[in-house]
């Protein structure tokens, strides 16, 4: 009798801690009802949580395609992802603006955008709040855009000894956003803009590569005829052997590609401030009556009290949203 009291306990003891294993849920390493790791996912930034970025330290980085959202959804985001450049032989890091209503079952107009020196993909979705300001422009054109920002370092956009920028913009980068998220692959529905370097670089990739914009908003772009002494050390595209190559800055300029072949179609937005001090309003000026000899009458927006920094960009950028939007195409259905 006393056995089987002692076997009943046993029993029963065994019995409680199932239940209790059950409850909570299993060991530790049981997989996820997804089966899917927190890295598979790209993080996403509805209108609500846009804001909360600019407090964001870290944001995880993502490889997950949106080429298969059949269904349109319902509001814009901004996803971070990256991906593996063969150029620049390492990981590459960007930021996707996607329209609300977006679908793959549509092709839409691509606006690739630049950031400036010292500067990183995080500055137009952190220090300006660019998702509000595409989602008022595209409701007030009509013209909804893929938009991507991407990490471009100290480059200028250029191919040099330090890093082939451009190579890697062209032969990895567009390529691979052509897989990832619906885009329309001509020239004419491709923009590029930025501020600063990215000004500069916007520029330079539409005339150097005509077969991949046609399209370019430049806001304070650092078209200098003599680059500052203290700038020349963080410009790696034009050093050679550690020292500055003015040859080199010359022969990159973008005002020395304004030949036929690359200025036709060319659309431009060009902004400048009196104020600025980093870049002066005369060289933009000056490279704006270039681009008119050239037989390119580019949208100029001056301002007389316009600095070099975010504070005079947050506010031409929506201006500037806008024209991009309107010299792209409306989507096309993919079966058009």
Do not use: C
């Not at 036929?260 to 009196?274: K, P, W």
């Amino acid at each position: 009798m006393q056995r089987r009291k002692r076997i009943f306990g046993i029993l029963i003891t065994a019995l409680m801690i199932a239940v209790v294993f059950l409850i909570w849920g299993g060991p530790s390493w049981a997989p996820s009802k997804s089966g899917q790791s927190s890295t598979s996912t790209p993080r996403q930034m509805t209108s609500a949580s846009a804001s909360k970025i600019v407090n964001r330290s870290t944001i995880s980085a993502s490889t997950s395609s949106e080429s298969s959202v059949t269904s349109p959804q319902a509001a814009s985001s901004l996803n971070e992802s990256s991906f593996f450049s063969p150029t620049l032989n390492r990981s590459w890091r960007y930021f996707t603006y996607l329209p609300a209503g977006y679908t793959s079952s549509r092709q839409y107009p691509l606006i690739l955008m630049l950031h400036g020196m010292d500067g990183d993909a995080t500055n137009l979705v952190k220090l300006v709040d660019s998702k509000t300001m595409l989602d008022q422009a595209v409701t007030a054109t009509k013209h909804p855009a893929v938009v991507v920002f991407i990490d471009g370092g100290n480059s200028f956009y250029v191919d040099s000894p330090a890093e082939k920028m451009q190579t890697a913009i062209v032969q990895d980068l567009l390529p691979h956003l052509q897989q990832q998220v619906a885009i329309l692959p001509q020239a004419d529905a491709h923009a590029v803009g930025g501020m600063s370097m990215g000004g500069y670089g916007a520029l330079h990739l539409a005339l150097a590569v005509p077969t991949a914009f046609r399209t370019v908003a430049a806001l304070s772009p650092a078209v200098w005829q003599q680059v500052p002494e203290a700038a020349r050390p963080r410009m790696p595209a034009f050093l050679r052997a550690g020292q500055w190559n003015q040859a080199q800055w010359e022969a990159e300029a973008p005002a020395k590609m304004l030949t036929g072949d690359r200025t036709a179609g060319l659309h431009v937005f060009l902004a400048s401030g009196q104020a600025d001090t980093t870049v002066s309003f005369q060289d933009v000026s000056q490279f704006s009556d270039q681009l008119t000899a050239a037989g390119v009458n580019p949208t100029t927006h001056w301002s007389a009290a316009g600095a070099h920094g975010f504070t005079y960009w947050q506010q031409i950028l929506p201006e500037a949203y806008q024209w991009l939007l309107r010299h792209l195409p409306v989507p096309k259905k993919i079966s058009e």
